[in-house]
């Protein structure tokens, strides 16, 4: 059977990315629009090296408030084929959310994972800690509307979400919603490519003293 590339697997690679797709697949219409769109090049390549490319990659993490969560929202990632680096945690001992959120961010912003997905009690946490780490855009979602417009609008490249704050079924219409929309470019991406100005001038910017002030 002809592997097929759909939209959802260009909105999974990143900005001006290498898309490997298995040679011969069907590549829709859609997906080709927004492959040139994004400037993700589509390269054919032998089906057995296709096995979890980073941009089909997604780095998952919770710590005990969200463990529970984690695990029932797995079915998710293979129903959309997608690849799963799990950071942990394997169990619900007290852990520190930073430490979670450190692990799935240095996978995304190395480049093992295009997105990073990190599930602890409320999901804010994680969403300060990750976004610590340059590079990382990370949205606590808690609905499809706000889980699209990350995505849509900001190019969210990593989901928070509260364990102990979404049904179950909350959280797997979140999730699929977010893995599932592309980034819609266009005026948004001048605000996103703003995000990473902020993140450069921060970088080495000093307070100004008291007695500058």
């Known amino acids: 059977m002809r592997a097929v590339i759909t939209q959802a697997d260009v909105a ?20 080709r629009e927004l492959a040139v769109a994004r400037g993700v090049r589509l390269v054919e390549v032998a089906p057995e ?44 001992t007290p852990v520190d959310y930073p430490d979670i959120a450190q692990a799935v961010a240095e996978l995304v912003v190395s480049g093992t ?3 990073g997905v990190i599930l602890d009690g409320a999901g804010v946490g994680s969403a300060i800690a990750a976004n610590k780490a340059p590079g990382i855009r990370a949205a606590l979602c808690y609905d499809k509307a706000s889980a699209r417009n990350s995505r ?26 977010w893995l599932t929309t592309p980034f819609a470019g266009g005026r948004h991406a001048g605000r996103v490519d703003k995000i990473a100005e902020l993140e450069r001038r921060y970088r080495t910017w000093t307070p100004p003293s008291s007695a500058e002030s």
């Open 152 to 177: 849509e609008h900001n190019n969210a490249n990593v989901l928070t979400l509260g364990g102990r704050l979404l049904t179950e079924s909350q959280a797997r219409e979140v999730l699929y919603t």
């Open 12 to 31: 999974c690679a990143a900005e001006g990315a290498e898309l490997r797709v298995p040679r011969g697949a069907l590549i829709t219409p859609s997906a």
């Open 49 to 92: 090296q296709c096995a979890a490319p980073p941009e089909r990659t997604v780095a998952l993490g919770a710590d005990h408030g969200g463990f529970r969560m984690k695990e029932a929202l797995k079915p998710v990632f293979v129903e959309l084929d997608l690849a799963v680096r799990d950071v942990g945690v394997d169990h619900e």
């Open 113 to 115: 994972a295009a997105r």
